[in-house]
């Protein structure tokens, strides 16, 4: 099997804190649709130096309408919750591990149109008392090629997901993709926004040609 996570997968005491887009460069990082835990699906993600940097572990089952995206060593950082009675895929995300009272700081659901559209999702930012905002991002792409940008409310792309090139001779399936943020995007959002695709879209992987 391709080596696909170089350093520990799990730290077994506290690492220091790993920035991530905080420089000039994008970050590039690597997206495992697998768990480090046994008997548990997830997410495993890891920077361009092999560190471990995010996690979803609690992702089962019983739990598919919450999902907690967890640090290296496995600090809360956004929860997403669907939300009910609604006619259309939506859900909210909280700061943290959110108790059911917490507002949630973002809103997000898929674009619905009866004419064919490149659009995925829309992620809206909650304004006070949970309120949405002006602001918006939108998701355009295919979630099944592995081929997705995330644009701000001016249309500059702020994060992308891509295919993930093989190595020598051996390639990776879409289980294994990049996540590529910009400098002045927060990654962790980014992550959120591919768990949220994950559970609109499947995981089912389309294939190239060529």
């Not at 019983?62 to 609604?86: H, Q, W, Y």
């Not at 994950?198 to 089912?204: A, I, L, P, Q, V």
Request: proline letters at 5%; one cysteine or more; charged letters at 20%.
């Amino acid at each position: 099997m391709t080596k696909i996570y170089p350093n520990s997968p799990l730290p077994e005491s506290p690492v220091p804190s790993i920035s991530i887009g905080a420089g000039e460069e994008p970050a590039n990082l690597t997206v495992w649709r697998k768990s480090l835990l046994f008997n548990c699906s997830g997410f495993t993600v890891y920077d361009a130096k092999g560190n471990l940097v995010y996690r979803v572990d609690n992702y089962s089952s019983s739990s598919l309408n919450e999902i907690v995206l967890m640090d290296a060593i496995g600090k809360p950082l956004f929860t997403i919750r669907r939300k009910r009675f609604t006619l259309t895929d939506q859900w909210n995300i909280y700061k943290g591990e959110a108790a059911v009272a917490t507002k949630p700081v973002f809103s997000a659901r898929k674009h619905v149109a009866l004419v064919q559209s490149k659009s995925l999702a829309h992620v809206i930012p909650c304004g006070v008392a949970g309120k949405l905002a002006e602001a918006i991002y939108d998701v355009e792409g295919s979630f099944s090629q592995r081929s997705c940008v995330v644009y701000d409310e001016r249309h500059k792309p702020v994060a992308e997901i891509q295919r993930k090139k093989a190595v020598g001779t051996v390639g990776f399936d879409g289980d294994v993709f990049r996540l590529v943020v910009q400098p002045d995007f927060d990654a962790s959002l980014a992550m959120a926004v591919v768990i949220l695709l994950e559970r609109m879209f499947g995981s089912r992987v389309a294939s190239i040609k060529g």
